[in-house]
């Protein structure tokens, strides 16, 4: 139990384009899911956090025009890079907070996104 | 001063060997306590996931947390190849949900 998805597993875009992400959780509901971003040889950075149903709260410093996130549902949140350039490239993570019977969070196994 | 330091490393060690990887923090209001491991171009899985100083076991893994000191530490006995990933500790403060992490230690365990 416990699965996390995301879609695609990784996305090659032009520049001025714009990319959605996937993140479903597969067996559990899930009120809260979490958005990160990681570099090479780097820690995940929380970009976002996104409740069903209400506005995602961003982290200081993450342009919420340019990272656009929907909760749909309690097992799906999307996040879209909006007119993406060659610096949004990188490995984006999400996580989903399992409702019950504990709220460890679960990861899903990321999207490597390459802006050329 | 980040929140959480982590040893990067890189940490190579020989089958079998016991593993010890730390962590140490800042915040005191931090309360809750996770190991990840994550392989090459995956997303995190949850390992040991604790909420009180003291000792948690889970089959070869131990996990140690001192809020006292600010320290954890993460054992693994009796290593094996395929222990072989980065380790990411990570916290977050008592209820909230924000976790921070730590830099992540890759580890090789060698045949």
């Known amino acids: 139990g416990a699965v996390v998805s995301q879609h695609p597993s990784w996305v090659i875009c032009k520049s001025g384009t714009s990319v959605k992400i996937e993140c479903r959780s597969l067996?559990?509901?899930?009120?809260?899911m979490f958005w990160y971003r990681q570099f090479p040889k780097q820690s995940l950075m929380l970009m976002a956090t996104s409740n069903e149903g209400s506005k995602a709260t961003y982290e200081q410093g993450v342009e919420k025009d340019k990272f656009l996130i929907n909760h749909a549902s309690l097992t799906l949140s999307t996040l879209t890079v909006t007119s993406a350039h060659p610096e949004d490239s990188s490995f984006y993570i999400c996580?989903?907070?399992?409702?019950?019977?504990?709220?460890?969070?679960?990861f899903g196994p990321g999207t490597r996104l390459t802006v050329l | 001063q980040k929140e959480v330091e982590q040893d990067p490393g890189p940490l190579s060690v020989p089958e079998g060997a016991i593993v010890s990887l730390n962590c140490t923090y800042s915040n005191s209001a931090f309360q809750y306590f996770m190991w990840y491991r994550q392989y090459s171009r995956k997303g995190p899985e949850l390992l040991m996931y604790?909420?009180?100083?003291g000792n948690k076991e889970d089959g070869r893994f131990t996990a140690q947390v001192d809020k006292s000191s600010k320290y954890i530490s993460l054992f693994i006995r009796d290593s094996q190849p395929s222990d072989s990933a980065t380790y990411l500790c990570?916290?977050?403060?008592?209820?909230?949900?924000?976790?921070?992490f730590g830099k992540g230690t890759k580890l090789t365990v060698n045949p």
């Open positions: 990570a916290m977050s403060e008592g209820g909230s949900e924000k976790l921070v």
């Open positions: 604790t909420y009180s100083s």
């Open positions: 996580s989903a907070r399992r409702d019950r019977p504990s709220t460890e969070q679960f």
């Open positions: 067996d559990f509901q899930a009120t809260t």
